[in-house]
């Protein structure tokens, strides 16, 4: 069993934190801004624009605005597609 499932098995998750900050999803050359909803060690979740494209198991790059000096650029995969948020891991 990975470290993963077991922790999700014992029931330990990670602790969420609510953050209120902008996000840019970068997929190719296309790109949608949203509101970063919370974030984890294992994720983050943000806002669905309504205009946005993709499903689960792809690949974006996510540029995250942290006040006026720190920006966060990770790699991540869509994990969860809802109608209003979408989950990244």
Do not use: C, Y
Not at 33 to 44: E, F, K, P, R, Y
Not at 60 to 65: C, E, P, R, T
Request: charged share 30%; hydrophobic share 45%.
């Amino acid at each position: 069993m990975s470290g993963q499932a077991a922790q999700r098995r014992a029931g330990k998750r990670h602790r969420r934190m609510p953050v209120d900050s902008a996000v840019l999803m970068l997929r190719g050359d296309e790109s949608w801004t949203s509101d970063l909803m919370d974030i984890s060690a294992t994720g983050v979740l943000v806002r669905r624009p309504p205009d946005w494209i993709g499903q689960r198991g792809d690949r974006f790059v996510l540029d995250m605005l942290f006040g006026d000096q720190l920006n966060i650029h990770v790699e991540a995969v869509v994990a969860r597609v809802a109608e209003d948020e979408l989950g990244f891991a």
